[in-house]
C-alpha cells in the first residue's frame, strides 16, 4: 500500500453520521435545529446570568463559563458537518484536520475541568458554608477557570504536535463526522503502538483528573447530606446539586465510553452515536437542564422576560 503524508498535499474525507444519500437531508435539517437550539439556549444562560444580581455568585460563574464554552465546542463540529451533508465532496485537508482536532479537545476539556470546579463549588457551599466566601472568592474562581484553560490547551497542543508526525495511507477516509483521534490514528501506516499508550496516558490524566474529582467531592457532599437530622434539610442540601450531577452523567457516560478503550475495540456506528450525545445532545441540554430544575435560574429568566416586555 502506497503511503503518503497527507499534511501537505492532500485532503482527509469525512464519512459523516451516514453514507445514505436520502438521509442527508433529514440530518441536515436535525443537526442544524439542534445546533441552533444550543447556540440560542446557552447565550440565553449567559445573558440571563449577566443581567441578574442575584446570580453573580460562583456557581453561575462557572455555568455561563460553560455554556460559553458549550458554544465553541460545538462550533467547531456543527457547521463543518453541516457544510459537508450538503457537499459531494466531504474534504477537509490536513492541516484543518488538526486545527479540529486541536480546538475540539481544548473545549472538550475545559467543560471537563469546568464541571469539576461546579463541583468544587457545591463541595464547600455543603461541607463548609461558613468559609464559602473566602474559598470561593472571585480571584480563586478566576484562576480555577484560567488553569481550565490552560491545562486544556496545553493537552490539545501535545495531541495535534503528536498526530502531525504520523504518515497516512492511501485511504484518506475517516469514518466520523469530525476529525477525532481515534479514526484517525486507524488511518495511519505508522506504527501507533507508542501513540496509543500517549494518548491514553494523558487522555487518563487530563479526563480523569477531574471525573475523580468530581467522584471525590459529591461522595463528601453525600456523607455531609446524610448527617442532616431532617429530611426536609437532606433534600434541599441536595437538590442544589441535581442539574450538575444530570449534566455530568450525560457528558462522562459518553466521554469513557469512547476514549477508554484499545483501538481494536473501536466501532464506527456505536461510536458516532456515542459522540453525538456529548457533542451535540449534552450542550443541546445543558440550558434546558439548568433551567428547568432551577429556581434561580427560573427568577431570573421571569425577571428577563419582564424587563424585554416592559
Known amino acids: 500500500m502506497e503511503i503518503k503524508n497527507y499534511s501537505s498535499d492532500s485532503d482527509f474525507i469525512l464519512l459523516g453520521i451516514s453514507s445514505n444519500p436520502q438521509l442527508q437531508k433529514p440530518l441536515l435539517a436535525i443537526f442544524l435545529i439542534m445546533y441552533l437550539v444550543t447556540v440560542m439556549g446557552n447565550l440565553l444562560i449567559i445573558l440571563v446570568i449577566h443581567s441578574d444580581s442575584r446570580l453573580h455568585t460562583p456557581m453561575y460563574f462557572f455555568l455561563s463559563n460553560l455554556s460559553f464554552t458549550d458554544i465553541c465546542f460545538t462550533t467547531v463540529i456543527v457547521p463543518k458537518m453541516l457544510a459537508n451533508l450538503l457537499s459531494e465532496t466531504k474534504a477537509i485537508s490536513f492541516v484543518g484536520c488538526l486545527v479540529q482536532m486541536y480546538f475540539f479537545m481544548a473545549f472538550a476539556n475545559t467543560d471537563s475541568y469546568l464541571l469539576a470546579s461546579m463541583a468544587i463549588d457545591r463541595l464547600v457551599a455543603i461541607c463548609n458554608p461558613f468559609h464559602y466566601d473566602m474559598v470561593m472568592n472571585p480571584r480563586h474562581c478566576l484562576l480555577m477557570l484560567l488553569g481550565s484553560c490552560t491545562i486544556s490547551h496545553l493537552h490539545s497542543l501535545l495531541r495535534v504536535l503528536l498526530m502531525s508526525?504520523?504518515?497516512?495511507?492511501?485511504?484518506?477516509?475517516?469514518?466520523?463526522?469530525?476529525?477525532?483521534?481515534?479514526?484517525?490514528?486507524?488511518?495511519?501506516?505508522?506504527?501507533?503502538?507508542?501513540?496509543?499508550?500517549?494518548?491514553?496516558?494523558?487522555?487518563?490524566?487530563?479526563?480523569?483528573?477531574?471525573?475523580?474529582?468530581?467522584?471525590?467531592?459529591?461522595?463528601?457532599?453525600?456523607?455531609?447530606?446524610?448527617?442532616?437530622?431532617?429530611?426536609?434539610?437532606?433534600?434541599?442540601?441536595?437538590?442544589?446539586?441535581?442539574?450538575?450531577?444530570?449534566?455530568?452523567?450525560?457528558?462522562?457516560?459518553?466521554?469513557?465510553?469512547?476514549?477508554?478503550?484499545?483501538?481494536?475495540?473501536?466501532?464506527?456506528?456505536?461510536?458516532?452515536?456515542?459522540?453525538?450525545?456529548?457533542?451535540?445532545?449534552?450542550?443541546?441540554?445543558?440550558?434546558?437542564?439548568?433551567?428547568?430544575?432551577?429556581?434561580?435560574?427560573?427568577?431570573?429568566?421571569?425577571?428577563?422576560?419582564?424587563?424585554?416586555?416592559?
Not at 487518563?204 to 453525600?222: E, G, H, M, W
Not at 426536609?232 to 442539574?243: D, H, L, P, R, V
Not at 469512547?258 to 449534552?282: E, G, H
Not at 437542564?289 to 434561580?296: F, Q, T, V
Request: aromatic share 12%.
Open 165 to 310: 508526525r504520523l504518515s497516512f495511507c492511501a485511504s484518506h477516509v475517516i469514518k466520523h463526522f469530525f476529525c477525532d483521534t481515534q479514526p484517525v490514528l486507524k488511518l495511519s501506516c505508522s506504527d501507533t503502538s507508542s501513540s496509543q499508550i500517549v494518548v491514553m496516558t494523558e487522555t487518563l490524566a487530563v479526563i480523569a483528573t477531574p471525573f475523580l474529582c468530581i467522584l471525590f467531592s459529591y461522595l463528601r457532599i453525600i456523607i455531609a447530606v446524610l448527617r442532616i437530622p431532617s429530611a426536609a434539610g437532606k433534600w434541599k442540601a441536595f437538590s442544589t446539586c441535581g442539574s450538575h450531577l444530570t449534566v455530568v452523567a450525560l457528558f462522562y457516560g459518553s466521554v469513557i465510553y469512547i476514549y477508554f478503550r484499545p483501538l481494536s475495540m473501536y466501532s464506527v456506528v456505536k461510536d458516532r452515536v456515542a459522540t453525538v450525545m456529548y457533542t451535540v445532545v449534552t450542550p443541546m441540554l445543558n440550558p434546558f437542564i439548568y433551567s428547568l430544575r432551577n429556581k434561580d435560574m427560573k427568577r431570573g429568566l421571569g425577571k428577563l422576560r419582564d424587563r424585554i416586555h416592559s
